[in-house]
Structure formats: C-alpha cells, structure tokens
C-alpha cells in the first residue's frame, strides 16, 4: 500500500460567513472524513502547502488576490498533481457578475460548483468524488516515485557495471595477444583460430558494454531547457571520429548549412555519428553517398541523413529502434545493436522523434525532430 501523510486526507472548509463551516464540518464527520476548517484565505494557503485531499470554499471568500496565489500555488504542483476544489455558489438565476465570478473561480481548476443551499448529501457525494480522485493522485505519485527509483537503481547498476567490466574485457583481450606473440609458434591452424575468437568476442563484448554505458546516459539526460547552439559543430566532430570508416569507404558526404538547435553538443554528435556511421556499414557494394540536410516546421528542428545503401525491409522500419535489435548477424555487419536505441533514447529526452523511411536495395532517410 502506497504510502501517505495523515494531513493529505482531511478536507479543507473555507466558508468564514454564518454557520456554513461548522455544518460542513459536521457532515464530514458523520462520514468518518476529516474536516479542516480555515478561518482565511492564508490560512487554506497554509494548510494546502502542509497537505489536502480536496477543498470546499464559499465563493464570497475567495477575492481576486486569493485567487491568484492559489493559481501560483496550482502552477508550483508536481505533474501528478490536479487538486480538486468544491465552490458553494450562491442560488438563483445567473447574472452578469455571477458569471464573471464563475470564470474567475476557473482557474482553480479541478473545480465543481455547487449551488446553494446545497444539501448534505449532495456535499457529502461531492467530497466522496473528490477524494476518490485525490487518492487515485496519490497512487499515481506512488507509482512515479517507485518508477524513478527503479530507473535510479538501473542506472546505477549499469553505469557500475559497465566500469567493472572493462579491466577483465580488455585483460581477455591484451593477454590472448601476448599468448599469441610469446606461443603462437606453437599452436596449430585451429589453436590460432581459437585465439582469433577469443579476441574478437572480447572487443565485441567491450563494445557492447560502451553502447550500454552509453544509452543509460541518454536515459539519464536532463528534461530542462538547453542554450541554442551551432548544429555544425556536432557534426565535424562526427565526422571526424568517423574519418578513418570514411576513408575507408570512400564515402563522398554533403551536408547543408545546419540550423541551430536546443540541445548539448555531445548528444547532437552522437545521432550524427551513429546514423552516418550506419550509413557507411550498411552500403552494400556501392561506394557510400552521403547527404544530411535540416529544414524547419512548427517549432521543430528536422535534420535527415540519407544514403544509397543496402535499405530496409518496411516490416522492420520501426523493430530497427529496439535494444539489441538487429537485422544481420555479426559475421555480415559487426555491432551491438545499440546504436539506433541510443539515437531513439536521445531525442526522446529531448522531446522529438526518430523514424527512418527506406526502399529496400536503393536507401534509407533517418530523420529526426527536436524542438527549436
């Protein structure tokens, strides 16, 4: 069971004129709920910032400059939050200034208005509503908490991992290679073939363990708002990690003037460097043409990386972004299988997309949005 704080459940009763709060409270309490009177508006400030399961307020009791610190107080809530309120309105036909009233009380929100004089059981079901609502809030943060600690406990674990692993990963690797120099000339065709695989697979799991290090620090990028920097810039150093696979290759690359974007320069250089890296592993026989262009359209900065290589069955255009996700063995094109759920991972934190569109035998297009 989620846990909550005993003040989180009462019932907030701002209704300072006649008897309206004491008969509230009353009901409340016939109900086995827990009624909080207040004799003030900074006094419901007071008790909403120490905790509530909902509020009922006399219209009359809320003047404009209550209403815009409750509106603060609102706007300061956690995402899971909607807090509900219940307004006794006065009865009759409506009016000018109680319609005016009416739209002012909206910005509290999760508002019910009642009008008076309300009965007992209309209140009572009124809270009952409320509150079921509020607890349903409270498990949702519950579940959040839980969610991100998970995520934290993950992250951690990964992230140690990942270290730990290197030094046995790379001992497999340096020490086959002295075993090999020192005693190679006594080994047999097959006993060196063993070695091969021993140092292959060790490079490989040093790789893998790079990528994972890698997308659980996409998973932990920050959701705040970042400086606009130079698009280009990212992309040099791409393509200058890159340069030996392009030399390589032969891989002719064009690029348009990029547009500037809101993100860290390092997390812009990874999608570049791991889509035009692809671009170059997967080429098929043909000599690898590169282009990489960006537009923008509604608050979003799109840049593209098209190539001419081998494609991608339509079928698989979405599986392509799936952890360890891959299309071909090892033996036809080595890597991990990361590389596109890190890039997905990215643009994600930074609220965008990736998608790719491809014709099987002439190309694909990666694209990817960010918000300007």
């Known amino acids: 069971m989620f846990r909550r704080a005993p003040a989180e459940t009462r019932i907030l009763i701002l209704a300072p004129m006649g008897r309206d709060a004491q008969l509230i409270a009353g009901t409340l309490t016939a109900e086995s709920l827990v009624p909080a009177v207040c004799s003030s508006p900074e006094e419901l400030l ?16 809320l003047p404009a400059s209550a209403l815009t610190k409750i509106s603060r107080w609102l706007a300061a809530q956690p995402p899971w939050s909607d807090f509900p309120f219940v307004v006794l309105t006065s009865g009759g036909r409506s009016s000018p ?9 909206e910005v509290l929100g999760n ?32 579940r959040q908490e839980t969610l991100a600690q998970v995520n934290a406990d993950l992250e951690e674990f990964a992230h140690s991992a990942s270290h730990d692993l290197r030094e046995p990963i790379r001992n497999v690797a340096i020490y086959s290679e002295i075993i ?40 932990a990028i920050a959701d705040a708002f970042h400086d606009s920097i130079d698009a280009g ?7 200058s990690n890159l340069r030996e696979a392009i030399r390589q290759s032969g891989a002719c690359i064009k690029h348009d003037q990029l547009l500037p974007v809101r993100m860290k320069e390092v997390h812009l250089q990874q999608l570049f460097q791991n889509l035009i890296g692809n671009a170059i592993k997967y080429r098929g026989t043909r000599v690898p043409e590169i282009q990489i262009t960006s537009s923008s359209a509604a608050n979003y900065c799109l840049y593209s990386v098209r190539d001419n290589g081998i494609g991608i069955p339509p079928q698989h255009l979405q599986d392509i972004f799936g952890v360890f996700k891959r299309l071909h063995t090892n033996a036809e094109y080595a890597g991990t299988g990361m590389g596109l759920a890190i890039c997905r991972r990215i643009a994600e934190r930074y609220r965008g997309t990736i998608w790719a569109e491809s014709t099987p035998g002439e190309g694909s297009t990666f694209s990817f949005k960010i918000p300007c």
Do not use: C, W
């Not at 008790?47 to 009791?61: K, N, P, S």
């Not at 006594?186 to 290090?213: I, N, Y």
């Open 180 to 219: 090999e120099q020192r005693y190679g000339h006594l080994f047999d065709p097959s006993g060196l073939q063993f070695l091969e695989f021993l140092r292959a697979s060790a490079l490989r799991m040093e790789r893998l363990v790079t990528d994972l290090r890698n997308y659980t620090e996409a998973s």
């Open 111 to 142: 508002v019910t208005f009642l009008e008076r004089p309300a009965r007992p059981e209309t209140v009572r079901s009124s809270l009952r509503a409320a509150l079921r609502a509020r607890l349903r809030q409270y498990e949702m943060r519950h």
């Open 46 to 61: 007071s008790m909403l910032a120490e905790g509530a399961a909902a509020a009922i307020i006399a219209e009359e009791a």
């Open 233 to 239: 810039k990212p992309l040099e150093g791409a393509l």
């Open 97 to 105: 200034i109680s319609d005016k009233k009416a739209r002012d009380l």
